[in-house]
């Protein structure tokens, strides 16, 4: 299986302090990748880098086997951190707002309501949404774009058991959609359950990366890789 994504020796440096260390990872296509990693580990500066958030300070990024470009951005989808909702709007209404802004045609709204099981929430504005729902309707926003890459930053965060749930059972169909899917997380029992493949990020560097083993007991694995790096949240 060939790798969708891929990073060179990818570096981000704030004020002389290295946030992503000489990164090199390896997605491949019709996954779901977990990056794990300690708070602070370095997880959300890869993914922004990613989005075209913020820029490297040297290094490269591949998409689909060639160096990344601006217009590559249309094929992802992402929720960094909080979704981008209007709080005043229903689900349709900031569905509607994201669809003009990237050109999408106004049916598929439903169709990525119909995906995250939003599409009976009427007139109820997303203010009064549970996390759970936010959640959900922030990754309908990434997807409205049939974006051939999505990436999601610590998703379960805020969510109750049901919601967690109800996350680990949409997550798990994108791949069989053709869709590739990367998720970043600090907690490690809901990325065994999803994730084919992992990555261990530590103090900035990656650490570990391999296909994700049934019989691997990951808790362990990640325990010990962060211990021997002398993480400050270890």
Do not use: W
């Amino acid at each position: 299986m060939k790798n969708f994504l891929e990073t060179q020796d990818l570096c981000k440096t704030y004020k002389k302090q290295k946030a992503n260390d000489h990164i090199n990872l390896r997605v491949r296509q019709n996954t779901i990748y977990g990056l794990l990693g300690p708070n602070g580990a370095g997880k959300s500066t890869l993914l922004k880098m990613v989005t075209g958030m913020t820029t490297p300070t040297s290094g490269k990024i591949l998409f689909q086997g060639r160096e990344m470009e601006r217009k590559d951005l249309a094929y992802m989808g992402a929720l960094i951190e909080s979704a981008p909702i209007y709080e005043n709007l229903t689900a349709r209404e900031n569905l509607k707002v994201r669809a003009l802004l990237c050109g999408v045609p106004e049916k598929r709204i439903d169709e990525v309501l119909s995906i995250v099981n939003l599409k009976n929430t009427g007139g109820k504005r997303a203010g009064k949404f549970s996390m759970g729902m936010k959640q959900r309707l922030g990754i309908a926003m990434a997807l409205l774009n049939h974006p051939r890459l999505l990436i999601l930053d610590e998703p379960t965060n805020g969510l109750d058991p049901i919601g967690i749930n109800d996350f680990r059972d949409l997550v798990k169909r994108f791949s069989n959609q053709g869709i590739t899917v990367i998720i970043s997380s600090h907690i490690l029992s809901e990325i065994e359950q999803i994730a084919d493949d992992i990555g261990i990020i530590v103090n900035g560097k990656l650490k570990y990366q391999e296909q994700l083993s049934e019989t691997e007991e990951l808790e362990s694995l990640f325990m010990d890789i962060v211990r021997k790096e002398g993480s400050p949240n270890a």
